[in-house]
């Protein structure tokens, strides 16, 4: 396990309605009422933002959307800009989520340019990546994952380096209830680790979180979070269930 503060962030994807999410929102901070040993966010839709930063007011819990754009305003149409999500009362924000990329046409080059538009307006991001089955299959997940990772990094400075979180989420593990075994997520986060270490410094590399995403549940969470490069969770579906969601915030503390 290492010292880095634990952050578990919330993706609720395209679930709830403005009172649904206020609603889950609500009883997540009741179930964490009192909690300090982690970092905890939760990523509703971008309509959502307002209802539940107004819930989450005065909490610890705090506030992601789940994508941006890099320009700041102008028109293009369907578009959110960093400037508005932090207005609406955003820290962090998803890029590069599988589901955008799978979906939504994203490119690693996309990916890059909304990270680096992220920590220009104050935003973190939390930047994903990861493998698909075929790719790893192939014997080519460490490749992949170097190549996403040089893109989302390659304008992002020593100084906003803090300012990152790394989700490695492989896309075989994303909503299938398969999740990554400990071992295969920590060889993964270690890889990672050592190419931050390339670009900016071992030091530097160490405080950079890195997530693990995939089926994580309660019952898997503590054995994930173990792992000596595994500094937190990116939670999908379980992240739906207040009472899920808290138990998994609450493995933090081993
Ligand atoms: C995710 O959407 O980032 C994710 C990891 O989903 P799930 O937990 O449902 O696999």
């Known amino acids: 396990m290492s010292?880095?503060?634990?952050?578990?962030?919330?993706?609720?994807?395209?679930?709830?309605?403005?009172?649904?999410?206020?609603?889950?929102?609500?009883?997540?901070?009741?179930?964490l009422d009192g909690f300090d040993a982690a970092d905890v966010a939760v990523c509703p839709t971008f309509v959502a933002l307002a209802a539940v930063a107004d819930a989450l007011r005065g909490s610890r819990i705090a506030l992601g959307a789940q994508n941006l754009y890099w320009k700041e305003s102008g028109a293009?149409?369907?578009?959110?800009?960093?400037?508005?999500?932090?207005?609406?009362?955003?820290?962090y924000v998803i890029v590069g989520?599988?589901?955008?990329?799978?979906?939504?046409?994203?490119?690693?080059?996309?990916?890059?340019?909304?990270?680096?538009?992220?920590?220009?307006?104050?935003?973190?991001?939390?930047?994903?990546?990861?493998?698909?089955?075929?790719?790893?299959?192939?014997?080519?997940?460490?490749e992949v994952v170097k190549r996403q990772m040089g893109s989302a990094f390659s304008a992002i400075g020593p100084d906003a380096i803090g300012q990152v979180t790394v989700a490695y989420e492989p896309v075989w593990a994303i909503g299938t209830g398969v999740n990554a075994t400990?071992?295969?997520?920590?060889?993964?986060?270690?890889?990672?680790?050592g190419l931050l270490a390339d670009k900016y410094g071992a030091a530097a590399a160490e405080t950079?979180?890195?997530?693990?995403?995939?089926?994580?549940k309660p019952d898997n969470a503590r054995e994930l979070l173990a792992q000596p490069d595994i500094d937190?969770?990116?939670?999908?579906?379980?992240?739906?269930?207040?009472?899920?969601?808290a138990a998994i915030v609450r493995s933090c503390t081993a």
Not at 15 to 28: G, Q
């Open 232 to 245: 937190g969770a990116l939670v999908g579906g379980a992240s739906l269930k207040a009472e899920d969601f």
């Open 76 to 91: 293009f149409t369907g578009e959110v800009s960093g400037p508005m999500l932090v207005a609406a009362g955003c820290k």
């Open 97 to 142: 989520h599988s589901e955008r990329r799978q979906y939504f046409g994203e490119t690693d080059e996309s990916v890059g340019r909304r990270a680096t538009a992220a920590l220009a307006c104050g935003l973190y991001p939390i930047i994903c990546l990861g493998e698909t089955l075929d790719e790893r299959k192939k014997g080519v997940t460490f």
């Open 208 to 216: 950079v979180r890195i997530q693990y995403g995939g089926s994580v």
């Open 182 to 193: 400990p071992e295969q997520a920590q060889e993964v986060h270690r890889f990672l680790r």
């Open 3 to 31: 010292n880095r503060r634990r952050f578990i962030a919330g993706n609720w994807k395209m679930n709830k309605t403005i009172p649904e999410s206020r609603s889950l929102a609500e009883k997540v901070r009741e179930a």
